[in-house]
T-cell receptor
Framework: EAGVAQSPRYKIIEKRQSVAFWCNPISGHATLYWYQQILGQGPKLLIQFQNNGVVDDSQLPKDRFSAERLKGVDSTLKIQPAKLEDSAVYLC?????????????FGPGTRLLVL | GQQLNQSPQSMFIQEGEDVSMNCTSSSIFNTWLWYKQEPGEGPVLLIALYKAGELTSNGRLTAQFGITRKDSFLNISASIPSDVGIYFCAGPLSNSGGYQKVTFGTGTKLQVIP
């Protein structure tokens, strides 16, 4: 079974530039998550999709971050414009139906450095 | 917001030693999850606990759901070099949509000296 795919793996940009990350979840997984993991911290949920609908985006900085999951499969996360404090690993995860105790499969992450 | 505090923050141990770490919360949880994250990778689920007092093993790993439901413990027996990584506890919180958001702890970084 193929895992969660993310691209790019690394990205370096200057502040005020824009950046986009892509995620392809495990086939058949209805729930998709984007997490932000700052160095030395645990992952923090940014947004959770159930199929192509948003069920939680309470911690997404909506003035600069946006995400979509067209057709309920792939997803993109965009930052526009980026700030220095956005430097982090952005992890995408998926699960079958979205239950809390359910196994979440994580992708390898995209490492973003904002200069 | 909700915080899960893990201790110790980091530890260096000799290969073959046993390891213990814990996770505490100010809120009651109905599920506790333990993940391991290796360098350059996403977290991988190790053990899930669903009932207070539950003790569950996965190979050399054993996790317990505390009876107060506000804490959980992870033990690794006879550590080996590939146990190196960051161990996160995680627990669910209900969000406004009725779905449950999983909150991650602060992590315990484990280094094993061969």
């Amino acid at each position: 079974e193929a895992g969660v795919a993310q691209s790019p793996r690394y990205k370096i940009i200057e502040k005020r530039q824009s950046v986009a990350f892509w995620c392809n979840p495990i086939s058949g997984h209805a729930t998709l998550y984007w997490y932000q993991q700052i160095l030395g911290q645990g992952p923090k949920l940014l947004i959770q999709f159930q199929n192509n609908g948003v069920v939680d985006d309470s911690q997404l900085p909506k003035d600069r971050f946006s995400a979509e999951r067209l057709k309920g499969v792939d997803s993109t996360l965009k930052i526009q414009p980026a700030k220095l404090e956005d430097s982090a690993v952005y992890l995408c995860a998926s699960s079958l139906v979205g239950l809390a105790g359910e196994r979440r499969d994580f992708g390898p992450g995209t490492r973003l450095l904002v200069l | 917001g909700q915080q899960l505090n893990q201790s110790p923050q980091s530890m260096f141990i000799q290969e073959g030693e046993d390891v213990s770490m814990n996770c505490t919360s100010s809120s009651i949880f109905n599920t506790w999850l333990w993940y391991k994250q290796e360098p350059g990778e996403g977290p991988v689920l190790l053990i899930a606990l669903y009932k207070a007092g539950e003790l569950t093993s996965n190979g050399r790993l054993t996790a317990q759901f505390g009876i107060t439901r506000k804490d959980s413990f992870l033990n690794i027996s006879a550590s080996i070099p590939s146990d190196v990584g960051i161990y996160f506890c995680a627990g669910p919180l209900s969000n406004s949509g009725g779905y449950q958001k999983v909150t991650f702890g602060t992590g315990t970084k484990l280094q094993v000296i061969p």
